[in-house]
C-alpha cells in the first residue's frame, strides 16, 4: 500500500507548539471540570440562589465543550 510508506507530514512550529501545550490545557479543563461536578454535586448548593446553579451549569457545559475540542486537536495533532 503506497499511502502506508508515505512519511507522515511535519508539524508546523506553530503546531507543534499547540501539541506541545495541549495536554497541559487538557488537564487545566478537566481539573476545573472536577471542582465544578464537586460543586454541584453539594444538596446546599440548591437550597439557595439558584442563579448560581444556572451559571455552575452553564460553565460546566462550556468546559466540557472546550475539553472535547482540546481532545479533538490533541487527536488531530498526534496523528498527523
Not at 512550529?13 to 471540570?33: V, Y
Amino acid at each position: 500500500d503506497r499511502q502506508a510508506e508515505r512519511p507522515k507530514p511535519k508539524l508546523s512550529s506553530a503546531e507543534q507548539r499547540e501539541l506541545d501545550d495541549l495536554p497541559g490545557r487538557i488537564d487545566e479543563a478537566e481539573a476545573e471540570l472536577a471542582s465544578l461536578d464537586e460543586r454541584l454535586a453539594d444538596p446546599s448548593l440548591y437550597e439557595g440562589d439558584n442563579a448560581a446553579v444556572g451559571e455552575l451549569t452553564d460553565r460546566r457545559r462550556s468546559l466540557d465543550a472546550r475539553l472535547q475540542d482540546l481532545l479533538g486537536r490533541l487527536y488531530q495533532r498526534a496523528s498527523i
